[in-house]
């Protein structure tokens, strides 16, 4: 009779924590709530383009007239504010931020993003390179960023001094624009990460990954 030794048997699957439940959570609702800003707010904007001659295709608006998508886009603006102010109030409070986005000097994001181009950048769950960080850090700034523009277009008498940062009503109409194309290429680069790497959403869904590969926050 053969005996096996304890030593013999496979080691069991250790799983370590990766994103803490808020920042799960965080993700998933803005990332609901920015979705349906971008389609309702491209309904809007084909009503008035800011760019005459530019449209987007109906069949990837959300809203069948305009005073639709207005009530829904600013259903979802609501959800992303209150979203992002316990986000932002968690990041610093918890030193989320400092600890997943921080160092961001240039030289730091050079060097990854001339790996990546070469194919050579290790990737691992839960720890962000400089190039995600800068990825990360602008996203955010962007939903500022739209969030305040879309408030000059919305009041732009009740908050003149804020459109007239931007260069009056119109020029917050620019920068809503572009703070939300920034926004849109975020998410088409993020996608495809995720496409190339499928590892990684298993983790913002679980909130953790395989011993060898947590490494994330733990807070």
Known sequence: MTTTDASDKPAPTRFKPVHPRLVRYWHWINAFAIIVMILSGWRIYNASPVFPGFRFPNDFTIGSHLAGALEIHFAAMWLLVINAIIYLIYGFVSGHFRRNFLPLWPSLFWRDF??????????????????????????????????????????????????????????????????????????????????????????????????????????
Do not use: C
């Not at 800068?134 to 732009?156: C, E």
């Open 114 to 219: 001339n790996l990546a181009l070469d194919g050579k950048l290790e990737h691992h769950i839960g720890v962000y390179n400089a190039v995600q960080r800068v990825a990360y850090v602008g996203v955010i700034l962007a939903i500022i960023g739209v969030v305040l523009s879309g408030v000059a277009i919305w009041k732009p008498v009740q908050f003149q001094t804020l459109a007239a940062l931007m260069g009056g009503y119109e020029g917050a109409r620019i920068v809503h624009f572009l703070m939300m194309s920034a926004i849109v290429a975020f998410i088409l680069l993020h996608l495809a990460l995720v496409v190339a790497v499928p590892k990684t959403l298993w983790p913002m869904l679980w909130g953790r990954a395989r011993g060898e590969d947590g490494h994330g926050d733990k807070s």
